[in-house]
């Protein structure tokens, strides 16, 4: 028995996993658990198993901790272009690495899915926080939040448009080193950082 | 969508063969009609009424926005070449007045002042669904998008506050 258990629990993370691929490739609705099935090698009797329909399978993705992030990057002085610059790297790299489970997200908000709708509440409000603790170091608490919104709106902005500009390629584009030091630039320009470099 | 319309389906039928054949109708460029700076001389102040004016055209149409996306985000390829099409006709709109204004880096401020207004548009269409134009169209929301296009845009280019 002790033997068997985390068997079960890999099977249930390969289906999950395979599920998230899926469902953010072609969208929930259009995906059925014989596709489901086929990606992880198993029988549909064999997956009923697990779960017991494609909506328990989705809460299931809903309830996976997010991979590579996030974490919380707290200021350690007056904020820099530099610490500027990880906190967008970060943001991307997490967007990177959960990538299939991000674009499930958006779908499924559209689609009028309350968890989702809450998750991805929640990832915008954390790169908010983040940035506006941040620009507290150096500006009052209205313009920090201004300056935290415009910043948000911009990643919001660009990252969509790439999304939607290169579909499945949209990974290796947010890694693009071209594309990373413009959105910084943008960043840059935004936080008010670089008048200060020249004042 | 007929009933919504008050119409009966022969009716709709008449004006477009099928769902696809309206939807290709659908996704005809933006009409924005006279812009202000169509009738007003070129200052910081008209160019943010221009930005704003296409923003607030897009929040009234929420419901087109929310559509748009989800066919967007799906891959379908009649509304991805739209996205194109508006920035390119944005292009046209905003970086042509910023190159007076901004010189040789226009390009790249259109760019920036592009993805912070649909950044805006995008964040309220998801967080706000049904309601998103009504939510667009708040004193607070406003408020806080003129407040970030003052500094996608800064007042007197080359001049530190």
Redesign the interface.
Known sequence: MSVREPRRDETRSRILAAAVELFGMQGFDATTIRQISLRVGLTDAALYYHFKSKREILQGIWALPMGGGPTRIRPDGPLTTGRLRTILDATLDVAVHNSDFLHLIMSEVLAGDEIALALRGEGRSFLRRSLTEHFLTVTDAMDAEIRADAIVALVTGSTMRQRIEHGRAFAAALNDAVYRERLFRGALELSHLGQQRSA | MARSLGLSDPAVHYYFNSKQALYEALLEQPDYGPLPLDNAPLTYESLLRQVTYIFNWWADRAGFG?ML??E????EAAS?GF??GCKADWDRHVAAPLEELFGSEAA??S??V??????????AI??Y?ETASEVMRQPYFST?LA??LR??IPEGPGQ??
């Open positions: 929310r996306l989800r967007q985000l799906a891959g991805v996205l194109a790249w401020r760019d920036v592009f993805d912070v207004v649909a950044g805006q548009y995008w964040d998801l967080a669904g806080r407040q970030i500094l996608a530190q506050p």
